[in-house]
């Protein structure tokens, strides 16, 4: 058995979902669990529809369901299924117009309320998506809420695994018995009480691998716009290629350092339970993609990948001696992230003082830093941070290649900032944000 995960662009538009149909059939016999993210802009129109339904009129909530409303119809009548589930997109748009109506009436929209009005995303394109596969195939669209069993987190709900896993194999699982395909959707869960939740960044992806691990899927495939993990941005290097198999942390330090095709903390059920996650390109099929597995590619050596954020802040402290450095050091941290709104990117020690790497502009830091300024030395600067990433960086084979990073760098700005250490499969530097498409450009040759 294979899951499908399909992200937004992938069911945007009728031509799209016929590329998933196409998919589905090149899989033969083969039983397919369809995890399908909402049509491309959907989950933000309706969470934007969700705040604004406190304040806006009665006749501009309704229009904007109806263009929601009226999206899905015009793609079902180009499929040429509106006759079959046409009725099914009206029943679901009436219980989106009551529950804005609700928040209307109650002036406020709490997070449960933005969670149920979310959720129509999800339930809509799956409706669209399975009238459209049960053409050609013994197929059956089942709501996910009945067995992704979550906590009362609205908006970053947290899964029970237990009971999850439990509900999938008593509920799920048996309707394989007469189906070939079952369409359900991902992002949405339900709480104890039933009510709607979701699952936050990356919650389709995560839904995939979590129904996966429950069901013990052969493999997961993540269908979307790009045929896998590239080497590089290719919008800044078009020689950028992709990478045929890669580990987990190869992937996690990717996403950590900007990469945005797999948020990899969401796979975490399906490699944990050793089943491989593929990344391919809905439009693309025949193109391999990256394969994701726990090892990755044991024989690989070096980098294999270069990626950079254009401005971090990078914070340099020092303690002044007779000072009481270290508590308010901790104060200064604590201050910078509530300001900015996360916690460093990077820790490291440079000679004998700290930097702390955050992915915020300066701006943001200055009222907090004048005020400690008398107790610690501290420098504010922005940089270009730059990546390499590979199998294992700290190994005797990749010395070479992690020298060439340090020697490529310095040939093209002459006082980075090196940061070594972090993570086995990466070297990072800071560098002169005019500097950094350069060495970009100048490191992607030297990929493995």
Not at 82 to 101: K, S, W
Not at 197 to 208: P, V
Not at 388 to 400: M, Q, V
Request: with cysteine; proline share 4%.
């Amino acid at each position: 058995m294979i899951v499908m995960k399909f992200g937004g662009t992938s069911v945007q538009d009728a031509s799209a979902m016929l590329h998933v149909a196409a998919i589905a059939e090149q899989y033969g016999d083969e039983q397919i669990l369809v995890v399908s993210s909402a049509c491309s802009g959907m989950t933000s129109e309706l969470l934007k529809l969700a705040t604004d339904s406190v304040h806006i009129s009665d006749e501009e909530r309704i229009q904007r369901i109806a263009v929601m409303e009226n999206r899905h119809i015009s793609i079902v009548s180009s499929l040429g299924i509106e006759e079959q589930v046409g009725h099914r997109i009206h029943e679901l748009c009436n219980g989106l117009r009551n529950t804005c109506e609700g928040v209307a009436l109650l002036g406020e929209c709490t997070p449960r309320s933005s969670d149920a009005i979310a959720s129509f995303g999800e339930l809509l394109s799956t409706v669209v998506l399975q009238g459209l596969l049960q053409q050609h195939n013994a197929s059956t669209w089942y709501d996910a809420r009945e067995v992704v069993k979550t906590d009362s987190g609205y908006q970053v709900a947290q899964v029970d695994f237990s009971l999850t896993q439990s509900m999938a194999s008593k509920k799920l699982k048996p309707l394989f018995d007469s189906h070939r395909i079952i369409v359900t959707q991902g992002f949405i869960g339900s709480d104890s009480d039933g009510n709607t939740t979701t699952l936050g960044r990356g919650g389709s992806d995560f839904s995939a691998a979590l129904l996966g691990a429950a069901l013990h899927a052969d493999e997961i495939i993540i269908w979307t716009d790009v045929s896998g993990i590239a080497s590089a941005d290719p919008r800044m290097i078009p020689e950028a290629h992709f990478i045929e198999t890669m580990s987990f942390d190869e992937a996690r330090m990717l996403s950590f350092f900007g990469a945005k095709v797999l948020h990899p903390e969401t796979i975490i059920p399906a490699l944990s339970n050793n089943i491989p996650v593929h990344v391919r390109n809905t439009f693309k099929s025949a193109d391999k993609g990256t394969t994701i597995t726990q090892l990755g590619d044991k024989d690989a050596i070096g980098f294999r990948s270069v990626i950079g954020k254009q401005i971090v802040t990078c914070v340099n402290i020092s303690g002044i001696p007779g000072t009481d450095y270290y508590n308010k050091k901790f104060e200064l941290l604590d201050q910078i992230s509530r300001l900015s709104g996360q916690q460093p990117l990077i820790h490291a020690r440079v000679g004998e003082s700290e930097t702390y790497v955050y992915d915020a502009p300066m701006h943001h830091l200055s009222q907090c830093i004048d005020k400690e300024q008398n107790l610690m030395n501290i420098t504010v600067e922005e940089y270009s941070l730059i990546s390499a990433i590979g199998p294992n960086l700290r190994s005797e084979h990749s010395k070479k290649a992690v020298g060439k990073f340090y020697e490529t760098v310095l040939s093209v700005d002459p006082q980075p900032v090196f940061i070594s250490g972090i993570q086995p499969q990466t070297v990072s530097a800071l560098v002169a944000p005019d500097c950094a498409i350069d060495i970009l450009k100048a490191l992607h040759p030297h990929c493995s």
